[in-house]
């Protein structure tokens, strides 16, 4: 049985060290005709919060159907996937689930090549690859990693991220991202905090430099605070 870390945006876009793109690892096990189980499928919840301008394209495509079927279409469209693994919190995304499946679509190669521009607008975003999982906490020195991803990758989601003082309404949005930043993270928690200590780094599936991270938001946070941007 094979498990295959399988996204849309790590079809071809995998990051980190040990990350291989999983069309490689997809095509190696199906030369052995060896199943495979998906892991991840939504990548911690990501690719049904897409940022906005990626869904509006994708709502355009299929109106009534969610962000979220498109990466469940993904991973069952290829023969070899024997399950896919996924996280369900509420009724609704069982539901949703069950009727993706219930009748079941496979991707044209159309739509997997639209599928394939989505991810390459998504890789343009300065977004952080991170699942949520949680497998680098407890951090020896209280920071709350996930939490701190998790708040940075939302608010360019979101579309509330000021990225130069020329943007349109770049005030109120600095002044959201920092009050938004210090009731999501309490000071004590947060990315300046890290010494850089790399006790993080071997427990991070996604392969992510943690402490580089936790460095480019707490250098974005600074540059905020001091009109630098």
């Known amino acids: 049985m094979g498990f295959l870390p399988d996204r849309d945006v790590d079809w071809k876009h995998a990051d980190g060290v040990r990350n291989v793109n999983a069309v490689h690892l997809y095509n190696e096990l199906a030369k052995r005709d060896i199943p495979m189980i998906i892991m991840e499928p939504m990548l911690g919840g990501r690719l049904a919060n897409v940022p906005a301008a990626i869904s509006q394209q994708m709502k355009e495509r299929e109106p009534d159907k969610t962000v979220a079927s498109w990466a469940f279409r993904f991973c069952g469209t290829y023969p070899k996937v024997l399950c896919i693994l996924s996280g369900m919190t509420s009724m609704d995304p069982l539901i949703e689930n069950v009727q993706t499946f219930s009748n ?126």
């Open 104 to 229: 079941f679509q496979p991707l044209t190669e159309e739509e997997l090549d639209f599928l394939e521009r989505m991810a390459t607008q998504m890789k343009e975003y300065p977004m952080i690859n991170c699942t949520n999982c949680k497998y680098c906490m407890p951090c020896p020195w209280g920071i709350d990693i996930p939490g701190i991803f998790k708040h940075y990758n939302e608010s360019i989601t979101a579309g509330s991220y000021a990225q130069s003082s020329e943007q349109k309404n770049y005030n109120k949005l600095k002044k959201a991202y920092l009050s938004s930043y210090d009731k999501a993270i309490p000071t004590i928690r947060q990315a300046s905090h890290c010494i850089g200590c790399e006790t993080c780094l071997s427990h991070c599936p996604q392969s992510i430099n943690i402490p580089r991270e936790l460095q480019r938001i707490d250098n974005y946070v600074e540059k905020l605070k001091q009109d630098l941007l």
